[in-house]
Every structure is written in structure tokens, then in C-alpha cells.
């Protein structure tokens, strides 16, 4: 199976549609997280996201031994990492900046990143000090390429007003039952709820700026509530994932994925399963292309409506 690959925002990096989400990968062990690095390279997903917060820098690491990093192996893969959570607060300073990077630098064993991200916006942001880190970044050739995470359109714009380099990505929280950035447009003029613009019309912004979105938590319900697959409370999405599922050859997880593949912002999934078996099926996902209608069937199915 040959995963379809993407522009990532306005870089020069052809990822996949679909990457590998690494917070859980602290609790393997260095032969488990092998084999689930080398299934994902087998199925075209050499796209792999980090944070330094994940496993409190752990996840890192035992990636990297995992891979087994060498200058060889480096350059076959694109590698993202976040920063700026830390220990009840966030931040963005300067300082902070700078050390997360060269610390997780120093874990994942490489010269540089391909993306680092601010992982949450932080309320003290000084954009001067952001600005100063990622230049002294880019310039020392430690990361190629910047973006966020979790952040809106007037937070993105305040950064942008001093940086020196673009924002490529913006990492959100999406799923078919965590539509708000897509069902705020479908109520535009109504006097409804979901017609409340909760972030700053987030999906609009980012197609217009060539950013890229990366959906993480594609099949999860509310926020860490659960997963909606095969969840009794989600009867008839799931039903129509089995079906939908049945007609491509693919699992309800699959067709899920496919659903944010579908839609013309070209959305990249992080997906962070450790299970080698489950990434296989769900890899799948770029072989579908839904139409319209089973897009729509998917979306109503989940409990929202279509006026």
C-alpha cells in the first residue's frame, strides 16, 4: 500500500497523510517501540510527533534508540516536536524555548528538527522573545521549520507580526464528534448555539494562509473523554462506520480517518496508536476517498445536524 503524501503548509516537506503520534510511546519497551516504527515506515508513515512533555521527555528517547539514530536513518524521516507545557503553567520565554529544543535535540539524537511547535498558547507570550528563540533556531540550522498548536487566528497573527519565519502547521483537536471548527460554518446566521464562533474561524484561516492543520485525537469524543469506536453511547456512528467500512475494505477506525482525509483543507491525522496491527488498518484510510454524501452520512451520524 503506498501512503499519499502532502505539501506540509508553505514548506518545502512532503509528508504523509497520516503520522505517528509518540506521547504514549514511554510505556513500551525499546523491541516493542521497534516494531511499531518499523510498521509505520512499512506503510509509507515516516512522519512522527513528539512533545517534550510526553512521558516527560521519555518518549523521546526511546525513540531514538528504538530507530536506532544514525545520520542514515535521520534522513529518511521528518521529525516534529512540541514545547512550552510545563509543570502547571506555560512557557514561552525565551530560555525556555531554547533549552526545550536542545534537550529533546539531545533525546531523539539529532542535529535538527524538522518542525517544533508551541505546544499551548501561553497568556504571558512576549512574540519579541519568541521571535528571538526561533531565529537563533533556524539560523543555528537546529529546526528547519515552525508552527503551533492549539492556537487561534489573533494568537497565530501576533506571532507572526515578529517572526522572521512561517507557521506552517497548526495542530487541533478534531474528530467526527469534535466537529466545532466545521460545524460553526454550517450554522453561520442562525440563532442557534453551534453558530458560536469558538476559534476565531480557525479552519477558513488556516486555507487561507496555506497552514496546515494536524488533527490529533481523530477518534476521541468530548476532551479525553473516550474513544467513540465501538462505544455504546455512539450506536449509530459506529453502524455507519461498519458500513461504510464494509463497502472500502477498511475498519471503522479507517473510515473515520478517511472522513478528515476527505475534506479539502488536506488535513494531516496524528494518529497514536503503539499497536502495529491497529496503524495497518488504519493506514488504510489513504487508499478511501468518500464522497460527498458518505461524508455527510458520517457527520449526521455522530449527532450533528445538518439544517
Not at 455504546?232 to 479507517?254: C, H, M, P, R, W
Amino acid at each position: 500500500m503506498s501512503m499519499k503524501r502532502m505539501k506540509l503548509g508553505t514548506s518545502d516537506l512532503k509528508v504523509p497523510q497520516i503520522a505517528l503520534g509518540c506521547m504514549s510511546m514511554n510505556k513500551l519497551s525499546k523491541p516493542e517501540a521497534a516494531k511499531v516504527i518499523e510498521n509505520a515506515l512499512e506503510h509509507g508513515i515516516d512522519f512522527f510527533d513528539h512533545a517534550d512533555i510526553y512521558g516527560s521527555g521519555d518518549s523521546e528517547s526511546i525513540f531514538a534508540e528504538a530507530i536506532e539514530m544514525s545520520p542514515s536513518v535521520r534522513e529518511k524521516i521528518t521529525i516534529q516536536t512540541k514545547t512550552g507545557i510545563r509543570d502547571g503553567y506555560y512557557d514561552f520565554s525565551k530560555e525556555h524555548i531554547l533549552k526545550s529544543a536542545d534537550e529533546s535535540l539531545k533525546r531523539l539524537k539529532t542535529d535538527y528538527l524538522d518542525v517544533f511547535l508551541l505546544h499551548r498558547p501561553d497568556a504571558l507570550v512576549e512574540p519579541e522573545e519568541v521571535a528571538e528563540a526561533f531565529t537563533t533556531l533556524f539560523e543555528s540550522g537546529k529546526v528547519r521549520h515552525f508552527g503551533v498548536s492549539n492556537h487561534n487566528p489573533m494568537q497565530i497573527e501576533l506571532l507572526k507580526k515578529y517572526l522572521n519565519q512561517e507557521l506552517v502547521v497548526n495542530q487541533l483537536q478534531l474528530s467526527v464528534t469534535n466537529t466545532n471548527m466545521m460545524r460553526q460554518g454550517l450554522y453561520v446566521n442562525t440563532p442557534f448555539d453551534y453558530a458560536l464562533n469558538r476559534d476565531g474561524s480557525i479552519l477558513d484561516y488556516s486555507r487561507l494562509n496555506d497552514m496546515t492543520i494536524q488533527a490529533w485525537s481523530p477518534f476521541r469524543y468530548g476532551y479525553f473523554e473516550g474513544f467513540f469506536i465501538n462505544h455504546e453511547d455512539f450506536k449509530e456512528l459506529n453502524i455507519k462506520l461498519q458500513e461504510i467500512g464494509e463497502k472500502y475494505g477498511v475498519t471503522k477506525s479507517a473510515v473515520a480517518v478517511a472522513w478528515i482525509l476527505r475534506h479539502p483543507a488536506k488535513i494531516q491525522t496524528i494518529v497514536g496508536t503503539m499497536t502495529p496491527e491497529r496503524l495497518t488498518n488504519i493506514a488504510k484510510a489513504s487508499t478511501v476517498e468518500l464522497t460527498r454524501e458518505e461524508w455527510y452520512e458520517i457527520y449526521r451520524s455522530a449527532g450533528n445536524q445538518v439544517l
